[in-house]
Protein backbone atom coordinates (compact mmCIF):
# COMPACT_ATOMS: atom_id res chain seq x y z
CA UNK A 1 0.00 0.00 0.00
CA UNK A 2 1.38 3.35 -0.74
CA UNK A 3 -0.12 5.66 2.28
CA UNK A 4 -1.51 4.03 5.20
CA UNK A 5 -5.06 3.43 5.08
CA UNK A 6 -7.09 3.36 8.75
CA UNK A 7 -9.08 0.63 9.61
CA UNK A 8 -11.12 -0.06 12.79
CA UNK A 9 -11.48 -3.67 13.75
CA UNK A 10 -14.54 -4.99 16.15
CA UNK A 11 -12.79 -6.64 18.72
CA UNK A 12 -14.63 -9.09 20.92
CA UNK A 13 -11.63 -10.16 22.84
CA UNK A 14 -11.65 -13.75 21.21
CA UNK A 15 -9.49 -15.50 18.92
CA UNK A 16 -10.54 -14.37 15.47
CA UNK A 17 -10.85 -11.16 16.07
CA UNK A 18 -7.46 -10.49 17.76
CA UNK A 19 -5.86 -12.83 14.79
CA UNK A 20 -7.78 -9.91 12.09
CA UNK A 21 -5.78 -7.21 14.21
CA UNK A 22 -2.54 -8.64 13.17
CA UNK A 23 -3.05 -9.65 9.92
CA UNK A 24 -4.50 -5.64 8.78
CA UNK A 25 -1.58 -4.94 10.74
CA UNK A 26 0.64 -6.64 8.23
CA UNK A 27 -1.24 -5.49 5.28
CA UNK A 28 0.06 -2.12 6.02
CA UNK A 29 -3.40 -0.29 7.58
CA UNK A 30 -3.12 1.65 10.83
CA UNK A 31 -5.70 -0.31 12.84
CA UNK A 32 -7.46 0.89 15.70
CA UNK A 33 -10.28 -1.57 17.69
CA UNK A 34 -13.22 -1.05 18.87
CA UNK A 35 -15.39 -3.42 21.49
CA UNK A 36 -19.15 -3.18 22.12
CA UNK A 37 -20.49 -2.87 25.61
CA UNK A 38 -24.01 -4.65 25.40
CA UNK A 39 -24.97 -3.52 28.61
CA UNK A 40 -27.40 -6.70 28.60
CA UNK A 41 -26.25 -7.29 32.16
CA UNK A 42 -28.56 -4.17 33.62
CA UNK A 43 -32.07 -6.04 32.87
CA UNK A 44 -30.62 -9.61 32.50
CA UNK A 45 -33.27 -12.06 34.50
CA UNK A 46 -31.47 -12.01 38.39
CA UNK A 47 -31.12 -15.98 37.56
CA UNK A 48 -28.78 -14.98 34.68
CA UNK A 49 -25.95 -12.97 36.77
CA UNK A 50 -22.99 -15.44 35.28
CA UNK A 51 -21.83 -13.78 32.12
CA UNK A 52 -18.58 -13.04 30.77
CA UNK A 53 -19.00 -9.82 29.68
CA UNK A 54 -16.30 -7.81 31.92
CA UNK A 55 -13.77 -10.20 31.07
CA UNK A 56 -14.03 -9.80 27.59
CA UNK A 57 -13.89 -6.83 27.38
CA UNK A 58 -10.81 -6.90 29.75
CA UNK A 59 -9.54 -9.59 27.41
CA UNK A 60 -10.01 -7.13 24.26
CA UNK A 61 -8.66 -3.87 26.14
CA UNK A 62 -4.96 -6.54 27.19
CA UNK A 63 -5.40 -7.46 23.04
CA UNK A 64 -5.20 -4.17 22.22
CA UNK A 65 -2.19 -3.00 24.55
CA UNK A 66 -0.27 -5.75 23.78
CA UNK A 67 -0.64 -4.73 19.52
CA UNK A 68 -0.03 -2.15 20.26
CA UNK A 69 -3.27 0.07 18.87
CA UNK A 70 -5.95 2.66 20.27
CA UNK A 71 -9.01 1.05 21.77
CA UNK A 72 -12.18 1.65 22.12
CA UNK A 73 -15.77 1.06 24.14
CA UNK A 74 -18.80 1.80 22.59
CA UNK A 75 -21.74 1.52 24.99
CA UNK A 76 -24.72 0.09 22.23
CA UNK A 77 -26.87 -0.80 25.14
CA UNK A 78 -30.06 0.70 23.64
CA UNK A 79 -29.75 -0.68 20.76
CA UNK A 80 -28.91 -3.79 21.91
CA UNK A 81 -32.29 -3.94 24.40
CA UNK A 82 -34.03 -3.46 21.11
CA UNK A 83 -32.94 -6.60 19.91
CA UNK A 84 -33.57 -8.45 22.92
CA UNK A 85 -37.14 -7.12 23.31
CA UNK A 86 -37.30 -8.28 19.58
CA UNK A 87 -36.06 -11.80 21.03
CA UNK A 88 -38.72 -11.92 23.95
CA UNK A 89 -41.60 -10.89 21.29
CA UNK A 90 -40.93 -13.10 18.52
CA UNK A 91 -40.96 -16.50 20.60
CA UNK A 92 -44.07 -15.19 22.11
CA UNK A 93 -45.81 -15.10 18.90
CA UNK A 94 -44.61 -18.61 18.06
CA UNK A 95 -41.78 -17.59 16.04
CA UNK A 96 -37.98 -18.55 16.25
CA UNK A 97 -36.16 -15.39 16.10
CA UNK A 98 -32.02 -15.04 15.18
CA UNK A 99 -31.07 -11.93 17.80
CA UNK A 100 -27.17 -12.51 15.72
CA UNK A 101 -28.33 -11.60 12.48
CA UNK A 102 -30.33 -8.51 13.74
CA UNK A 103 -26.89 -7.64 15.44
CA UNK A 104 -24.58 -7.68 12.90
CA UNK A 105 -28.09 -5.22 11.00
CA UNK A 106 -27.55 -2.29 13.52
CA UNK A 107 -24.76 -2.80 15.49
CA UNK A 108 -21.90 -3.93 13.70
CA UNK A 109 -22.79 -2.84 10.70
CA UNK A 110 -24.92 -0.34 12.23
CA UNK A 111 -23.81 1.76 15.05
CA UNK A 112 -20.08 0.47 14.83
CA UNK A 113 -19.94 1.42 11.48
CA UNK A 114 -21.11 4.68 12.30
CA UNK A 115 -18.76 5.16 15.24
CA UNK A 116 -16.05 3.86 12.73
CA UNK A 117 -16.79 6.85 10.17
CA UNK A 118 -17.32 9.36 12.24
CA UNK A 119 -13.86 8.44 13.77
CA UNK A 120 -11.75 9.16 10.68
CA UNK A 121 -11.48 5.06 9.60
CA UNK A 122 -11.86 4.66 6.39
CA UNK A 123 -12.97 0.81 6.36
CA UNK A 124 -14.30 -1.41 9.28
CA UNK A 125 -13.02 -5.27 9.66
CA UNK A 126 -14.63 -7.95 11.76
CA UNK A 127 -13.67 -11.69 12.03
CA UNK A 128 -16.44 -13.10 10.49
CA UNK A 129 -15.56 -15.69 8.09
CA UNK A 130 -17.09 -14.21 5.05
CA UNK A 131 -15.11 -12.97 1.32
CA UNK A 132 -15.65 -9.39 0.09
CA UNK A 133 -15.16 -8.77 -3.72
CA UNK A 134 -15.12 -6.27 -5.97
CA UNK A 135 -18.33 -7.47 -8.66
CA UNK A 136 -17.86 -3.70 -10.59
CA UNK A 137 -15.72 -0.88 -10.61
CA UNK A 138 -18.16 0.94 -8.36
CA UNK A 139 -19.53 -1.93 -6.16
CA UNK A 140 -18.39 -5.18 -3.70
CA UNK A 141 -20.18 -8.32 -3.11
CA UNK A 142 -19.93 -10.49 -0.12
CA UNK A 143 -18.74 -14.51 -1.15
CA UNK A 144 -18.35 -17.38 1.08
CA UNK A 145 -15.64 -18.27 2.74
CA UNK A 146 -12.70 -20.31 1.51
CA UNK A 147 -13.66 -23.01 4.38
CA UNK A 148 -17.30 -24.16 3.94
CA UNK A 149 -17.50 -25.45 7.75
CA UNK A 150 -16.82 -22.09 9.13
CA UNK A 151 -18.71 -20.07 6.11
CA UNK A 152 -20.49 -17.45 8.04
CA UNK A 153 -22.14 -15.45 4.50
CA UNK A 154 -25.41 -16.06 6.18
CA UNK A 155 -25.57 -14.05 8.98
CA UNK A 156 -24.70 -11.38 6.97
CA UNK A 157 -27.31 -10.65 4.55
CA UNK A 158 -28.69 -8.33 5.96
CA UNK A 159 -25.69 -5.56 5.86
CA UNK A 160 -26.35 -2.22 3.92
CA UNK A 161 -25.44 -2.48 0.52
CA UNK A 162 -24.18 0.84 -0.04
CA UNK A 163 -21.41 -0.07 3.15
CA UNK A 164 -19.83 -3.13 1.65
CA UNK A 165 -17.13 -0.94 0.31
CA UNK A 166 -15.93 0.39 3.14
CA UNK A 167 -16.12 -3.40 4.78
CA UNK A 168 -13.05 -5.83 5.22
CA UNK A 169 -13.28 -9.74 6.08
CA UNK A 170 -9.92 -10.96 6.58
CA UNK A 171 -10.27 -14.44 8.11
CA UNK A 172 -12.48 -14.80 4.76
CA UNK A 173 -8.99 -17.15 2.82
CA UNK A 174 -8.49 -18.94 6.11
CA UNK A 175 -9.92 -22.32 8.51
CA UNK A 176 -10.21 -22.01 12.14
CA UNK A 177 -7.52 -24.34 12.54
CA UNK A 178 -4.93 -21.83 10.61
CA UNK A 179 -6.67 -18.80 12.45
CA UNK A 180 -5.89 -20.77 15.90
CA UNK A 181 -2.13 -21.92 14.49
CA UNK A 182 -1.82 -17.96 13.72
CA UNK A 183 -3.09 -16.72 17.08
CA UNK A 184 -0.32 -19.20 18.67
CA UNK A 185 2.17 -17.63 16.80
CA UNK A 186 2.02 -14.28 17.24
CA UNK A 187 1.45 -15.11 20.89
CA UNK A 188 -1.79 -13.72 21.39
CA UNK A 189 -3.42 -14.49 24.75
CA UNK A 190 -6.95 -15.29 22.94
CA UNK A 191 -5.47 -18.41 21.19
CA UNK A 192 -6.77 -20.83 23.41
CA UNK A 193 -9.42 -19.16 24.10
CA UNK A 194 -12.84 -21.24 24.01
CA UNK A 195 -15.22 -20.11 21.28
CA UNK A 196 -18.24 -17.96 21.98
CA UNK A 197 -21.62 -19.86 22.21
CA UNK A 198 -23.87 -18.40 19.57
CA UNK A 199 -26.19 -16.00 21.75
CA UNK A 200 -24.29 -13.90 24.04
CA UNK A 201 -27.00 -12.87 26.07
CA UNK A 202 -27.71 -16.91 26.94
CA UNK A 203 -24.72 -17.70 28.99
CA UNK A 204 -26.76 -21.73 29.14
CA UNK A 205 -28.81 -21.81 26.05
CA UNK A 206 -31.49 -21.67 27.81
CA UNK A 207 -33.93 -19.08 26.16
CA UNK A 208 -36.98 -20.60 27.42
CA UNK A 209 -35.40 -19.83 31.27
CA UNK A 210 -34.85 -16.11 30.09
CA UNK A 211 -38.07 -15.19 28.47
CA UNK A 212 -40.06 -16.63 31.68
CA UNK A 213 -39.90 -13.14 33.55
CA UNK A 214 -41.09 -11.51 30.34
CA UNK A 215 -44.56 -14.20 29.76
CA UNK A 216 -46.96 -10.97 30.19
CA UNK A 217 -49.75 -10.35 28.29
CA UNK A 218 -50.63 -6.79 26.99
CA UNK A 219 -52.96 -6.05 30.03
CA UNK A 220 -49.61 -6.61 32.59
CA UNK A 221 -50.97 -10.10 33.26
CA UNK A 222 -49.43 -13.52 33.50
CA UNK A 223 -48.99 -14.78 29.87
CA UNK A 224 -49.79 -19.04 29.94
CA UNK A 225 -48.03 -20.27 26.50
CA UNK A 226 -49.04 -24.08 28.05
CA UNK A 227 -51.26 -26.26 25.78
CA UNK A 228 -52.06 -29.67 24.18
CA UNK A 229 -49.77 -31.33 21.83
CA UNK A 230 -51.61 -32.61 18.81
CA UNK A 231 -50.58 -34.42 15.99
CA UNK A 232 -51.13 -33.05 12.40
CA UNK A 233 -54.65 -35.33 12.63
CA UNK A 234 -55.65 -33.59 15.41
CA UNK A 235 -55.13 -36.29 17.93
CA UNK A 236 -53.87 -35.24 21.35
CA UNK A 237 -50.90 -37.49 22.72
CA UNK A 238 -49.72 -34.67 25.17
CA UNK A 239 -49.23 -31.70 27.64
CA UNK A 240 -46.62 -28.96 27.42
CA UNK A 241 -45.71 -26.34 29.55
CA UNK A 242 -44.78 -23.50 27.22
CA UNK A 243 -45.12 -23.13 23.03
CA UNK A 244 -41.31 -21.34 23.36
CA UNK A 245 -39.94 -24.15 24.42
CA UNK A 246 -40.33 -25.85 20.95
CA UNK A 247 -39.68 -24.80 17.08
CA UNK A 248 -40.38 -26.33 14.00
CA UNK A 249 -38.19 -28.94 12.88
CA UNK A 250 -37.05 -29.77 16.37
CA UNK A 251 -37.54 -33.96 17.15
CA UNK A 252 -35.87 -34.05 20.55
CA UNK A 253 -37.09 -33.17 24.04
CA UNK A 254 -40.62 -33.54 22.65
CA UNK A 255 -41.96 -34.65 26.01
CA UNK A 256 -44.31 -37.13 24.66
CA UNK A 257 -43.09 -40.96 23.77
CA UNK A 258 -44.60 -41.92 19.64
CA UNK A 259 -44.15 -45.00 18.10
CA UNK A 260 -41.75 -43.72 15.05
CA UNK A 261 -39.84 -40.26 14.49
CA UNK A 262 -41.71 -37.27 14.65
CA UNK A 263 -41.04 -33.42 14.40
CA UNK A 264 -42.94 -29.78 15.67
CA UNK A 265 -44.51 -28.98 12.56
CA UNK A 266 -46.30 -25.80 13.74
CA UNK A 267 -47.08 -23.78 16.46
CA UNK A 268 -50.28 -22.34 16.62
CA UNK A 269 -50.53 -19.12 19.36
CA UNK A 270 -54.38 -19.00 19.09
CA UNK A 271 -54.87 -22.42 20.32
CA UNK A 272 -51.51 -22.77 22.38
CA UNK A 273 -51.33 -26.13 20.27
CA UNK A 274 -47.76 -28.22 19.43
CA UNK A 275 -48.41 -29.84 16.25
CA UNK A 276 -46.37 -33.03 16.08
CA UNK A 277 -45.80 -34.95 12.62
CA UNK A 278 -43.55 -37.22 10.07
CA UNK A 279 -40.93 -35.81 8.47
CA UNK A 280 -42.51 -35.98 5.18
CA UNK A 281 -45.18 -33.59 6.84
CA UNK A 282 -42.61 -31.40 7.70
CA UNK A 283 -40.98 -30.85 4.47
CA UNK A 284 -42.37 -27.35 2.50
CA UNK A 285 -41.72 -26.62 -1.02
CA UNK A 286 -42.81 -22.93 -0.79
CA UNK A 287 -42.40 -20.04 1.88
CA UNK A 288 -42.89 -16.39 1.74
CA UNK A 289 -39.90 -13.69 3.66
CA UNK A 290 -40.45 -9.97 4.50
CA UNK A 291 -38.24 -6.84 5.22
CA UNK A 292 -35.77 -8.15 2.30
CA UNK A 293 -32.56 -6.69 1.57
CA UNK A 294 -30.77 -7.12 -1.62
CA UNK A 295 -26.93 -7.01 -2.32
CA UNK A 296 -27.11 -6.42 -5.72
CA UNK A 297 -30.17 -5.38 -8.20
CA UNK A 298 -32.00 -8.64 -8.42
CA UNK A 299 -34.94 -9.22 -11.43
CA UNK A 300 -38.70 -9.67 -10.22
CA UNK A 301 -38.28 -13.55 -11.07
CA UNK A 302 -34.81 -14.98 -10.89
CA UNK A 303 -33.23 -18.31 -10.11
CA UNK A 304 -30.73 -19.17 -6.88
CA UNK A 305 -29.63 -21.23 -3.97
CA UNK A 306 -31.20 -20.74 -0.67
CA UNK A 307 -30.46 -21.24 3.20
CA UNK A 308 -33.15 -21.27 5.77
CA UNK A 309 -30.92 -22.06 8.71
CA UNK A 310 -27.23 -21.37 9.26
CA UNK A 311 -26.05 -24.80 9.35
CA UNK A 312 -28.69 -26.38 6.79
CA UNK A 313 -27.52 -27.14 2.71
CA UNK A 314 -28.66 -24.57 0.34
CA UNK A 315 -31.31 -25.92 -2.06
CA UNK A 316 -32.24 -24.65 -5.53
CA UNK A 317 -35.37 -22.32 -5.74
CA UNK A 318 -37.12 -19.33 -7.90
CA UNK A 319 -37.60 -16.32 -6.16
CA UNK A 320 -40.60 -14.03 -6.76
CA UNK A 321 -40.47 -10.19 -5.86
CA UNK A 322 -43.36 -9.04 -3.54
CA UNK A 323 -45.03 -5.61 -2.89
CA UNK A 324 -43.85 -4.61 0.52
CA UNK A 325 -40.00 -6.08 0.60
CA UNK A 326 -41.52 -9.26 0.77
CA UNK A 327 -40.50 -12.36 -1.63
CA UNK A 328 -42.24 -15.95 -2.49
CA UNK A 329 -39.68 -18.95 -2.57
CA UNK A 330 -40.41 -22.08 -4.54
CA UNK A 331 -37.98 -24.56 -3.86
CA UNK A 332 -37.15 -27.60 -6.37
CA UNK A 333 -37.24 -30.31 -3.66
CA UNK A 334 -39.13 -30.08 -0.53
CA UNK A 335 -36.93 -28.33 2.65
CA UNK A 336 -37.21 -29.56 6.85
CA UNK A 337 -37.76 -26.68 9.19
CA UNK A 338 -39.35 -23.95 7.44
CA UNK A 339 -39.91 -21.56 11.25
CA UNK A 340 -41.06 -18.30 10.81
CA UNK A 341 -38.36 -15.84 12.13
CA UNK A 342 -35.61 -17.35 10.75
CA UNK A 343 -33.81 -15.47 7.81
CA UNK A 344 -34.54 -17.18 4.17
CA UNK A 345 -31.02 -16.13 2.25
CA UNK A 346 -29.99 -16.23 -1.38
CA UNK A 347 -27.18 -17.18 -2.79
CA UNK A 348 -25.98 -17.32 -6.75
CA UNK A 349 -23.30 -20.01 -5.95
CA UNK A 350 -20.45 -18.79 -4.43
CA UNK A 351 -21.92 -14.93 -3.48
CA UNK A 352 -24.61 -13.72 -1.00
CA UNK A 353 -27.28 -12.13 -3.01
CA UNK A 354 -29.59 -11.12 0.43
CA UNK A 355 -32.61 -12.24 1.65
CA UNK A 356 -35.16 -11.71 4.35
CA UNK A 357 -37.07 -13.08 7.15
CA UNK A 358 -39.54 -15.92 7.21
CA UNK A 359 -43.53 -15.18 7.53
Not at 82 to 104: A, G, H, K, Q, W
Amino acid sequence: MTSKKKILVALSGGVDSSVAVVLLQRQGYEVGAAHLRHGVEKYLPDNFSQTNFDKDENDAREIAKILGIPFYVLDVSEAFKSITDNFVSEYLRCRTPNPCLRCNRLIKFGALYDFAMEKGYDKLATGHYARIRPVSPEENGIFKASDPNKDQSYVLFDVKRDRLSNIVFPLGEYSKPQIRAMAAEFGLPSATKSDSQDICFLPDGNHARFLAPFKIDSAGNPLDTSGNIVTVEGKVVGKHDGWEKYTIGQRKGLGVSMNARYFVVALRPETKEVVLGTHDQLGRRTLTASESNWLTDVPEYFCCQVKIRYRFTAVSATVHLLDGNRFEVQTDAPVYGVAPGQACVCYDGERLLGGGWID
